[in-house]
């Protein structure tokens, strides 16, 4: 008997694949689509992944640039932008006012996430940056006595998670001069600076990480 089913190409199944991920966030916006892994985890050679990768950025859902490659499309720039500028405010306000109750304890744990961002910097993993830098700044951030604050830190780190997928994924230099503003900050802490200095630190740290992120040669 012959099979009358019809047999879906592997570029739809690459298609499907892709679009399955970015439809649930698994691939969230500026994740880089790297065609030759894609090709590997669907077991196909790169050229069906790549007529899927063409099919989803007609679409819309995926961008492609010139030496860089392809990456889930991103949301608005603006939005971002706006979302770390708030975020540096109140993780900036939350830090400061954590600050007095931070322990010795608690700044060992600060330099020892610190060391782990240092060590990720040679053999640099953005996504993987991002989540132990989050856990550095939570370090900080957490000794804050104000809940309705640290909320807004929490929504803040939440609301950046699903508008891009790592900022230093695009400005990975960023990474060196971050490990070392956190040195500075926990240094302040630890001489016992005011508060205000010590927010106005946290912030200009997240607020730096910005305007590197809209000095870079290419802008979605």
Not at 164 to 175: A, K, Y
Request: net charge negative; proline share 4%; hydrophobic share 40%.
């Amino acid at each position: 008997m012959t099979d009358t089913q019809p047999r879906v190409s592997k570029s739809t199944l690459a298609y499907d694949w892709i679009h399955r991920r970015i439809t649930a966030r698994e691939f969230g916006p500026g994740y880089r689509l790297v065609l030759g892994d894609i090709a590997r985890e669907l077991d196909m050679s790169v050229v069906p992944v790549r007529e899927a990768i063409r099919r989803l950025e007609a679409e819309g859902l995926v961008t492609f640039e010139h030496n860089v490659g392809a990456r889930v499309a991103l949301v608005d720039q603006s939005e971002y932008v706006f979302a770390m500028q708030t975020l540096g405010v109140v993780e900036g306000a939350a830090t400061g006012l954590a600050a007095p109750h931070l322990t010795e304890e608690d700044l060992l744990r600060a330099e020892e996430v610190n060391q782990r961002l240092t060590a990720l910097l040679d053999h640099f993993d953005p996504h993987q940056f991002t989540r132990v830098n989050q856990e550095f700044h939570a370090v900080l951030f957490e000794r804050c006595e104000n809940p309705h604050l640290l909320d807004l830190v929490h929504r803040g780190w939440t609301r950046l998670s699903g508008l891009r997928d790592s900022t230093f994924d695009f400005v990975p230099d960023r990474s060196r001069e971050s490990v070392k503003e956190h040195a500075d900050i926990i240094r302040l802490i630890r001489d016992g600076a005011d508060p205000l200095e010590v927010e106005l630190a946290a912030r200009n740290h997240r607020w730096r990480t910005v305007n590197a992120y809209l000095a870079r040669p290419h802008h979605e």
